[in-house]
């Protein structure tokens, strides 16, 4: 036995229509905003002296960008320990309601992390595109996209962060990325890479 009468059928119709129509509206969308990220990435990619299909594929991509901006080890240290957190995460679910307290803190603690890393390595890829420290923050944190844009087909140009030398010639070890932002930051100095 039917609830609603036949005069209601093309309502309960129609409203699963006009969900399917906004579900299908949003994938659109998010397709149309990741095709241009794609391109925006691959033109970066191409300006930084790196092929242009390596934004494509989704570590590697990411691992590319990183090294551009002078930070390729950070990005394989950061996924190693991305990984070792989820093996944590599952032993750390056999320990019931202590387990999944401490589970939560070890994310919140990885997630402001990679937070901070990725400032860091935004600002350093603003300065290997002469921008500033603010356009890096603003631009390629906030309005990644905007900033993709401009870093992509702006009149900026790729410029390899430079290895550090000391008196004798000797390469300096480059400052670890977490702890380089904030002693840079106690300093009072631009951030640099």
């Known amino acids: 036995m039917s609830y609603y009468s ?11 229509v006009g969900a399917g129509g906004v579900l ?4 659109l969308v998010l397709a149309v905003y990741a095709a241009v990220n ?12 790196e092929r242009g299909w390596k934004s494509l594929i989704p570590f590697y991509g990411s ?22 957190l989820v093996v944590i995460s599952l032993l750390l679910g056999l320990l019931g ?6 589970d939560v803190l070890c994310w919140v603690v990885f997630g402001v992390l990679l937070f901070i890393i990725t400032i860091r390595k935004s600002m350093c890829l603003a300065h290997c595109f002469g921008q500033s ?4 923050l603003l631009a390629l944190v906030v ?3 905007i900033g993709l844009l401009v870093l992509s087909w702006g009149v900026c140009s790729y410029k390899a962060p430079e290895q550090k030398t000391d008196a004798e010639g000797n390469p ?4 670890n990325m977490l702890t380089g932002i904030f002693s840079d930051i106690k300093a009072g100095k631009q951030i640099d890479g």
Do not use: C, H, Q
């Open 6 to 16: 036949g005069y209601d059928a093309p309502y309960y119709y129609l409203r699963g």
């Open 24 to 27: 299908l509206a949003i994938v």
């Open 38 to 49: 794609f391109i925006l990435r691959w033109n970066m990619f191409i300006k930084a002296g």
């Open 63 to 84: 691992y590319t960008e990183w090294k551009i901006a002078g930070f390729g080890k950070e990005y394989i240290s950061l996924l190693l320990v991305g990984i070792g």
């Open 97 to 102: 309601a202590f387990g999944a307290i401490l």
């Open 133 to 136: 420290d603010l356009f890096g």
């Open 143 to 145: 309005f990644s996209s």
């Open 172 to 175: 300096i070890p480059k400052k």
